[in-house]
């Protein structure tokens, strides 16, 4: 796996290592070893996968609070998708600031989202499907989330969201108190 640093501090795209023939190739998606020379999470208690079936469906941004803080690894297996991050962690040099990049089933590359980080996505096509590492539990009580337009972080997404759920439209503008941010303090590796 190549590991390719972004903006935010912490996170990364991850691009597989293809061994190929002409029947195909054979890759990783996740070896316990490479993470670890990194220094990314090595321990994952959920895989998930969301199948998003308009074009334009918008999920996000989503993050738990510490001690449910999760890492997420997220990689579009069907279709393409868009995907973002937004750092929450006051202590970060990154601190506020979002990137974002597509995957897709033909590049199959991964997101690696740390914790602390605010995490979602746009579908750039039909019947986009999103599989995710997990490294904590679902706690809904430690659940946040933050609106996708919030001028604050003035996320520039590619396309215009044609379908959200009611709770990710609901989502309060950026608020420290709210959005627990002393709480992320200590999450930057």
């Known amino acids: ?9 912490g996170a990364y795209t991850i691009d597989l290592e293809r061994k190929g023939d002409d029947r195909g190739f054979f890759a990783r998606f996740f070896c ?16 998930n996968t969301s199948l998003s079936i308009p074009k334009g469906t918008l999920r996000g ?9 999760e890492v997420k690894v997220v990689r579009c297996i069907s279709g393409s998708l868009w995907d973002v991050i937004v750092d929450l962690r006051p202590d970060s040099p990154s601190y ?4 974002g990049a597509e995957l897709n089933d033909d590049n199959r590359t991964m997101m690696y ?24 539990k679902y706690d809904p009580k430690s659940e946040r989330g933050m609106r996708f337009d919030d001028p604050l972080h003035g996320i520039q997404w590619p396309a215009k969201a044609a ?9 309060p503008l950026f608020d420290p108190e709210f959005h ?5 303090k200590g999450l930057v590796r």
């Open 1 to 9: 796996m190549k590991f390719n640093t972004t903006p935010i501090a």
């Open 32 to 47: 316990v070893d490479e993470f670890a020379a990194v220094g990314l999470e090595t321990a994952y208690v959920q895989i």
């Open 61 to 69: 941004l989503h993050y738990q609070l510490p001690p449910a803080a």
């Open 96 to 99: 506020g600031k979002w990137f």
């Open 113 to 136: 989202v740390p914790r602390g980080c605010a995490h979602g996505f746009i579908t750039l096509s039909d019947n986009a499907e999103a599989l995710y590492l997990v490294s904590d």
């Open 163 to 171: 379908e959200m759920s009611a709770k990710d439209q609901n989502w």
């Open 180 to 184: 627990s941010v002393e709480n992320m």
